[in-house]
Each structure stands twice: as structure tokens, then as C-alpha cells.
């Protein structure tokens, strides 16, 4: 069993950035590749940034290219989403989620799943 325990989330002016913290208890976490996922309301939970059991790849989806940044400490049990340049449409829940191995795009290959921090871009 993993644990994932997301934070950091909160209101920010369009423009400002934002460092979401992901951080587990359980087993070995350097085992497990990382996905942020977020969820709009009345949208479907979609893929935002995945990391690498040791951080060494990562992947984005378009929209966040150049403004998101995804990265882990191993030895702190910690994914971080560091969210620049935050846009209205940045709005979400974001969650983190695990999985033994390769990371992927979807999230439905991923068996463990924080509670979730809320991020709130006001103009």
C-alpha cells in the first residue's frame, strides 16, 4: 500500500505560480512513477504531468508545456508540481497518483490516488 497526501493548493491570481506538494508513506517510494491529474468541475479527471520512478523522464500535457514542472525528491517521498504562469483554466482539483514502474498518460493505470488539493485561479 502507498499513501499519498497532496498539498499546497489555494487561490491565486491569474499570472501567479503555485508549488503542489505530493508526499507518501508506505512501501519503497522510488519504486513508483507519479502523475498529477486534475479535475474541473463537471469535467472528466485529465492528465497533467507524469514522472519517472527516478525522475529522469517526465511528460506534460500541452497545455501546461513550459508553465508546469514536474519533479521528485526520493529521499524527502516527495512529487512536487511547480505551476507557473497560472491561467483561469488552471482551475482543478489536482490529485497525485502512483504506480509500480513506467509512468503513463492515463490514469487509469495508476493504483494509488491522494485525497486531492484544490487550486483556484481568479482573474
Known amino acids: 500500500q502507498v499513501q499519498l497526501l497532496e498539498s499546497g493548493g489555494g487561490l491565486v491570481q491569474a499570472g501567479g505560480s503555485l508549488r503542489l506538494s505530493c508526499t507518501a508513506s508506505g512501501r519503497t517510494f522510488s519504486n513508483y512513477a507519479v502523475g498529477w491529474f486534475r479535475q474541473a468541475p463537471g469535467k472528466e479527471r485529465e492528465f497533467v504531468a507524469i514522472?519517472?520512478?527516478?525522475?529522469?523522464?517526465?511528460d506534460y500535457t500541452d497545455s501546461v508545456k513550459g508553465r508546469f514542472t514536474i519533479f521528485r525528491d526520493n529521499a524527502k517521498n516527495t512529487v512536487y508540481l511547480q505551476m507557473t504562469s497560472l491561467k483561469l483554466e488552471d482551475t482543478a482539483d489536482y490529485y497525485c497518483?502512483?504506480?509500480?514502474?513506467?509512468?503513463?498518460?492515463?490514469?487509469?493505470?495508476?493504483?494509488?490516488w491522494g485525497q486531492g488539493t484544490q487550486v483556484t485561479v481568479s482573474s
Open positions: 497518483a502512483a504506480r509500480y514502474g513506467l509512468p503513463w498518460r492515463r490514469k487509469e493505470e495508476y493504483t494509488y
Open positions: 514522472i519517472s520512478t527516478t525522475g529522469g523522464s517526465t
